[in-house]
């Protein structure tokens, strides 16, 4: 938690310190994430020239669902924390785009397709595109997909509450990634 705070006190502390001429910020949120298993996130975002933007965000799902209940339980636990750049062929916040971004994620997953859990950290990087649509003045509408993959350490357990250690090690991944965005662009 320590490390969501420090995130939050920099990303704020970074919009205040940028000259605010011309430039434009955005905040959002993302529908596909509130979706699965009620994880909460944010990306904050600033425009550093027409085509270019900075993006920074994270995801936090502390929620174990029927805890307790060893032949029920599941969780899609997750500290996420992300920051990377956005081309804007058009004009940021506006039209097509295309991305990349640099994530870390500490995770515990059980539950929810088989009984076996895993938890562990991965890291990696992440390639995206999509489209951003302009509801009004305030508001778009952030439609994208990528893949973000890279390197985790795990450990697997037989079942989300027993304790019985299946296997553990690293491992390469690759993951895809859905965005239904909406954000308030100032």
Known sequence: MKKLYTFFIVS????LCHSANAQRYSVGTNAVDWLTFATINVEASIAVSQHYSIHV??????????????E?????????????VRYWPWHVYSG???????????YN???????????GDAYGAGLYGGYS???NKWFNLDLGFGVWGGYKNYTR?????????????????????????????F
Request: positive net charge.
């Open 57 to 70: 965000g994270s995801e936090l799902n502390p929620w174990t669902w029927r805890s307790g209940d060893q």
């Open 96 to 106: 097509w785009w295309g991305g990349a971004d640099l994530r870390y994620t500490v």
């Open 133 to 135: 649509i302009m509801l």
């Open 12 to 15: 704020v502390l970074m919009f």
């Open 157 to 185: 357990y037989a079942c989300p509450l027993c304790g019985v250690r299946v296997d553990k090690g690293n491992k390469a991944f690759v993951v895809p990634d859905a965005r239904v965005a909406i954000q308030l662009v």
């Open 109 to 119: 997953v059980g539950g929810v397709k088989e009984r076996e859990t895993e938890e």
């Open 72 to 84: 029920r339980q599941l969780q899609v636990r997750q500290n996420s924390y992300w920051g990377g």
